[in-house]
T-cell receptor, first 116, second 110 residues
């Protein structure tokens, strides 16, 4: 029973390029969360999605960042025109139902983005 | 603004002793609190959830307390083992919003 899968695990981009991060939730989970973690910092919520819907994107920068969770396929976090400040670990988590007060989130191993 | 504070310094505990980690918060009224473990290069792993109307929760060698008056949670690992060495994250939530602390690094010394 596979857990949350993220790929790539490591991604290197030059300033101005695009970064695409993929997340396959636990099988049967329809709720996906994306977080960013800077060194020595806590996890910062970015966006919460259900299949084909963005429920809460209050933690995601308005420009350059977008996320989707299509009916088929993985959830994608897309960062356009990356800058050095985007370098961080990006974690995806999934849960089977809405409401993190009742269900734990299962985290993936993360994608470490380095912007040169 | 909402703030979560965990022990900023790493905690060194002798094997077999009880490790106690602290999570304090301000400007927030969480409905629940969670503790996660994170190993280097890996994603967090959920350990325990405690709700605002609960005082204490236990799971094997783990115990969590939640004092909404003091705005504090304590996380205890009894009979600690070197394998318990990791970073432990406190997270506060209401509805679907979760805020994470920066974590406390715990080293269990053999």
């Amino acid at each position: 029973n596979a857990g949350v899968m993220q790929n790539p695990r490591h991604l290197v981009r030059r300033r101005g390029q695009e970064a695409r991060l993929r997340c396959s939730p636990v099988k049967g989970h329809s709720h996906v969360y994306w977080y960013r973690q800077l060194p020595e910092e806590g996890l910062k919520f970015m966006v919460y999605l259900q299949k084909e819907n963005i429920i809460d994107e209050s933690g995601m920068p308005k420009e350059r960042f977008s996320a989707e969770f299509p009916k088929e396929g993985p959830s994608i976090l897309r960062i356009q025109q990356v800058v050095r400040g985007d370098s961080a670990a990006y974690f995806c988590a999934s849960s089977p139902r809405a409401g993190t007060s009742t269900d734990t989130q299962y985290f993936g191993p993360g994608t470490r983005l380095t912007v040169l | 603004s909402q703030k979560i504070e965990q022990n900023s310094e790493a905690l060194n505990i002798q094997e077999g002793k009880t490790a106690t980690l602290t999570c304090n918060y301000t400007n927030y009224s969480p409905a629940y609190l969670q503790w996660y473990r994170q190993d280097p290069g890996r994603g967090p792993v959920f350990l325990l959830l405690i709700r605002e109307n609960e005082k204490e929760k236990r799971k094997e060698r783990l115990k969590v307390t939640f004092d909404t008056t003091l705005k504090q949670s304590l996380f205890h690992i009894t009979a600690s083992q070197p394998a318990d060495s990791a970073t432990y994250l406190c997270a506060l939530g209401r509805d679907d919003k979760i805020i994470f602390g920066k974590g406390t690094r715990l080293h269990i010394l053999p």
